[in-house]
């Protein structure tokens, strides 16, 4: 299985790094205490240090609202991964606890303030490419019936069949979605200025190793770029 990014995403974002941790065999049942701690902490932190206005200004939160504002998307209405799981904390709601797997990224997004997302690989048809939809690409939404098309230019992964995540990382399909009985997996970790490729290598460092403390298997980890825009992933 092949993990790319397009030269038409590369073009409009060239200081782009994309992390990507690999795990199989992993065992991904139950949930883990310690996971749910430090998820505590981090949201007793942001509540103390950020409201709604100095999120929006943000460094971390600015870039991706110009991102999605650049394919048409407006960021008042559709908000990156990460931007939502802090307004939620900012709301006085609580993470969820969703499985090993779900809570470790939640975790590692909102400490490094970067999305972070994935897909069960064994459930993923072909490769995967985070491209420039063209509009005719089919998605159903996580946890939804329905089915519906990116827009012309929208920045999405995709797999050979359909839609992986809409609006780069806005909203994530219901086929590849993990659960407790995922055993092989790949997380995206997002990384544009102010966010240095350098940091990238510690997150999925950090986040590799929290997969293998808390759900064993075997972790590989590549980053993507312009310099290296496809890996192997399975």
């Keep these: 299985m092949k993990f790319s990014v397009s030269k038409g995403v590369l073009e409009k974002f060239p200081e782009l790094n994309i992390g990507i941790v690999i795990a199989k065999k992993i065992n991904n049942e139950g ?3 310690e996971v749910m701690k430090f998820i505590r902490e981090k949201e ?3 509540r103390k240090n950020f409201n709604s206005e100095t999120l929006s ?3 971390r939160i600015e870039i991706w609202r110009e ?3 650049s394919f048409g998307a407006k960021p008042k209405k559709y908000k990156c991964s990460v931007e939502n799981l ?3 904390i900012l709301d006085g709601m609580r993470l969820k606890h969703i499985n090993k797997v779900v809570d470790i990224y939640n975790y590692i997004s909102i400490k490094y303030v970067v999305p972070v997302g994935g897909d069960d690989i064994d459930k993923v048809d072909g490769d995967i490419e985070l491209k420039l939809a063209n509009g005719n690409e089919i998605f159903r939404e996580l946890n ?3 089915l519906k098309n990116p827009k012309l230019g929208e920045v999405v992964y995709v797999d050979e069949k359909e839609v992986l995540c809409r609006r780069w990382n806005w909203r994530e399909c219901d086929k590849t979605k993990m659960t407790e009985d995922t055993k092989n997996l790949a997380l995206v970790i997002e990384g544009l200025p102010p966010v240095t490729r ?3 290598e510690k997150i999925i460092s950090e986040l590799g190793e929290m997969i293998k403390k808390f759900c064993g298997g075997e972790i590989t980890a590549k980053i993507l770029s312009k310099d290296q825009n496809e890996a192997i992933i399975a």
């Design 57 to 59: 200004q943000n460094q």
């Design 44 to 46: 007793n932190e942001i």
């Design 31 to 33: 949930e883990s205490e």
């Design 86 to 88: 802090y307004r939620m």
């Design 198 to 200: 350098d940091e990238i």
């Design 144 to 146: 939804s019936e329905e």
């Design 67 to 69: 991102v999605y504002s």
